[in-house]
Nanobody
Framework: QVQLVESGGGLVQAGGSLRLSCAAS????????MGWFRQAPGKEREFVSA????????LYADSVKGRFFISRDNAKNAVYLQMNSLKPEDTAVYYC?????????????????WGQGTQVTVSS
C-alpha cells in the first residue's frame, strides 16, 4: 500500500522559513515524478512545485518562484520543499503527491497518490 507522509509544517512569522518533508513508502518511487500542492481555506487546491524522477527537471508556480525550492532523495524515497521568505498568503495545507508521469502531475494536476497534508501558517 502506497503511503505519503508529510512533516515539517507549523506556525512561522512572515519572512521566515520552513522545510517540508515527504516520506514515501509502499513501492520504489525513484522513477516517479513528485510534487507539492497546497490548499488555502476557501480556495481550490493549487500546484506549488514538482520534480522529475531524476531531479533534473523542476517546476514552480509563479507565486513561489525564487522563494521555494524542491529536492528529492531517491535513496530515501523522499521529497522536500524548502520554503523561504514566507508570506501570509502562503498559509495553506500542503500536500505531497507522486505519479509515474510528469504530465499527469504538472499538466492535468491529477497525480495518482496524495499525502494527508501538513498545515503551514504564516503570521503577519
Amino acid at each position: 500500500q502506497v503511503q505519503l507522509v508529510e512533516s515539517g509544517g507549523g506556525l512561522v512569522q512572515a519572512g521566515g522559513s520552513l522545510r517540508l518533508s515527504c516520506a514515501a513508502s509502499g513501492r520504489t518511487f525513484s522513477n516517479y515524478a513528485m510534487g507539492w500542492f497546497r490548499q488555502a481555506p476557501g480556495k481550490e487546491r493549487e500546484f506549488v512545485s514538482a520534480i522529475s524522477w531524476s531531479g533534473g527537471n523542476t517546476l514552480y508556480a509563479d507565486s513561489v518562484k525564487g522563494r521555494f525550492f524542491i529536492s528529492r532523495d531517491n535513496a530515501k524515497n523522499a521529497v522536500y520543499l524548502q520554503m523561504n521568505s514566507l508570506k501570509p498568503e502562503d498559509t495553506a495545507v500542503y500536500y505531497c503527491s507522486t505519479d509515474p508521469t510528469w504530465v499527469r502531475l504538472v499538466v492535468s494536476k491529477t497525480p495518482v497518490y496524495w499525502g494527508q497534508g501538513t498545515q503551514v501558517t504564516v503570521s503577519s
